[in-house]
């Protein structure tokens, strides 16, 4: 089974940046597509970026793509999310998952109901 463990949130003004950190442990850990979510008060859980298990493919929500950007660290068992240009809509709790991901399937990687392992969530706050 596995654990998964975000870090790396907190308050930040608009146009600020943060990293994001999901540190990951379990067995075969490595084999496992991660995803990257939000879910702000009062609206539904939303895809970000995901990221493959070679690390190959990558997707990107249109409201996140090119100021956020996902990486992993396969020594530190470590998935990255780089926030930056924040802007207040930004404001949620930020979420990690994981689960086998097919290239088939690939199409699902920004899809909440496909994940079956998740982390506890950090807290973004983007305010002046």
């Known amino acids: 089974q596995l654990q998964l463990v975000e870090s790396g949130g907190g308050l930040v003004q608009p146009g600020g940046s943060l990293r994001l950190s999901c540190a990951v442990s379990?067995?075969?850990?490595?084999?496992?597509?991660i995803g990257w979510f939000r879910q702000a008060p009062g609206k539904e859980r939303e895809g970000l970026s995901c990221?493959?298990?070679?690390?190959?493919?990558?997707n990107y929500a249109d409201s996140v793509k090119g100021r956020f950007t996902i990486s992993k660290d396969n020594v530190k068992n470590t998935v990255y999310l780089q926030l930056n240009s924040l802007k207040p809509e930004d404001t949620a709790v930020y979420y990690c998952?994981?689960?086998?991901?097919?290239?088939?399937?690939?199409?699902?990687?920004?899809?909440?109901?496909?994940?079956?392992?998740w982390g506890q969530g950090t807290q973004v706050t983007v305010s002046s």
């Open positions: 998952a994981a689960d086998v991901l097919p290239v088939s399937e690939q199409r699902m990687c920004l899809t909440p109901g496909y994940f079956n392992s």
């Open positions: 379990g067995f075969a850990w490595h084999y496992y597509a």
């Open positions: 990221i493959s298990s070679d690390g190959a493919f990558t």
